[in-house]
């Protein structure tokens, strides 16, 4: 049997296949969805080209918030069409943050239940695979920090909508890519979209160089040079009027800014809980990030899942896919 689980963002749409006579293979597939809203259906269709057949698919979006749609209804309705007339006659099942799969008329019906439900799919996959733990899943993807604790076998977060969770530190709008850095440092740097977060972790040897990669602020190479020139930028000067020293000390202070707010929000969560966490599970584009900080705060006292480790790096970014995958072969779902 082949299952596909499919996320579809609005900077990435991320895929993964279960066949049962492979490994599970998972994939992100850069799309911008804010400036080609309507080739999403032929984008679609070249990915099932590629993956071939499968029999059922279970997808989620996040993508309907993007600002080519004037509404998360309208966005969550055109995300549905789009993927219903992709797929041609293959089974199609909507991850609902009820906790349930729910069909294509039901998603357009209630599209808020739908909207930004990538998070819901892989709690509600943990609460199932550590059914006895006090879990906190730590995501840190390209834009955003998803902290969700997990207990008797399922989410227990405070917010079901994004308003929601980012009132109660469930969701921070900070990850390790495309975060504008403008959003970290206030009033005491340029506020123009110069650098983002992608420059601070290349320039910090977290990231890797990706030459060919143009989707930076600039429009430039993912390489050093190019990234210490945007976080120049983020000084009003250039690389004539700024030291290396200088650009090396604001990409460190800009990463305990975020960090710090992410502990700011695992804090918070801890309090409400009714007892200590017994598991911690990592994921994301940021895993590495999510990794350190879980050290920081817990060192070894509290034992550290790793997507990646287990499942692949691919797997780990891709996460909410893969956990739809995984929810569409259990009963109940």
């Given at each position: 049997m082949r299952v596909l689980g499919i996320d579809i963002g609005g900077a990435h749409i991320k895929t993964a296949l279960r066949?049962?006579?492979?490994?599970?293979?998972?994939?992100?597939?850069?799309?911008?969805?804010?400036?080609?809203?309507?080739?999403?259906?032929?984008?679609?269709?070249?990915?099932?080209?590629?993956?071939?057949?499968?029999?059922?698919?279970?997808?989620?979006?996040?993508?309907?918030?993007?600002?080519?749609?004037?509404?998360?209804?309208?966005?969550?309705?055109?995300?549905?069409d789009a993927l219903n007339e992709a797929?041609?006659?293959?089974?199609?099942?909507?991850?609902?943050?009820e906790g349930r799969f729910?069909?294509?008329?039901?998603?357009?019906?209630?599209?808020?239940?739908?909207?930004?439900?990538?998070w819901s799919a892989s709690a509600h996959w943990l609460g199932r695979k550590y059914p006895e733990d006090r879990l906190l899943w730590l995501?840190?993807?390209?834009?955003?920090?998803?902290?969700?604790?997990?207990?008797?076998?399922?989410?227990?977060?405070?917010?079901?909508?994004?308003?929601?969770?980012?009132?109660?530190?469930?969701?921070?709008?900070?990850?390790?890519?495309?975060?504008?850095?403008?959003?970290?440092?206030?009033?005491?740097?340029?506020?123009?979209?110069?650098?983002?977060?992608?420059?601070?972790?290349?320039?910090?040897?977290?990231?890797?160089?990706?030459?060919?990669?143009?989707?930076?602020?600039?429009?430039?190479?993912?390489?050093?040079?190019a990234r210490m020139l945007r976080l120049a930028r983020m000084l009003g000067a250039d690389l004539t009027t700024s030291t290396h020293e200088e650009l090396i000390e604001l990409a460190k202070r800009l990463r305990k800014t975020m960090v710090d707010r992410i502990i700011q929000g695992i804090e918070a969560i801890s309090s409400r809980m009714d007892g200590?966490?017994?598991?911690?599970?990592?994921?994301?584009?940021?895993?590495?990030?999510?990794?350190?900080?879980?050290?920081d705060i817990w060192g070894g006292q509290v034992p550290c899942v790793e997507i990646s480790q287990f499942m692949g790096g691919p797997a780990s970014t891709a996460f909410p896919a893969v956990a739809l995958a995984m929810l569409l072969e259990l009963p109940g779902c």
């Open positions: 066949d049962s006579a492979k490994e599970l293979e998972a994939l992100s597939w850069p799309f911008e969805l804010w400036k080609h809203p309507l080739t999403l259906t032929n984008h679609l269709k070249k990915i099932f080209l590629e993956i071939g057949p499968v029999e059922i698919i279970g997808a989620t979006m996040t993508g309907e918030l993007c600002d080519c749609y004037p509404s998360k209804a309208i966005g969550v309705n055109a995300i549905v797929r041609e006659e293959t089974e199609l099942r909507w991850w609902s943050t729910v069909g294509s008329k039901t998603a357009k019906e209630n599209p808020l239940a739908v909207a930004a439900g990538n995501d840190i993807g390209s834009t955003t920090t998803d902290l969700i604790p997990i207990q008797n076998g399922g989410p227990i977060n405070r917010g079901m909508t994004d308003p929601q969770r980012l009132v109660s530190d469930e969701l921070i709008y900070a990850g390790v890519r495309r975060t504008p850095l403008s959003a970290l440092m206030g009033l005491t740097g340029a506020t123009e979209f110069f650098a983002s977060t992608d420059d601070i972790f290349g320039l910090l040897g977290q990231v890797e160089e990706f030459p060919g990669d143009l989707h930076s602020a600039d429009g430039k190479p993912r390489t050093t040079p200590p966490f017994s598991r911690v599970v990592v994921s994301g584009s940021g895993e590495f990030l999510a990794k350190q900080i879980h050290r």
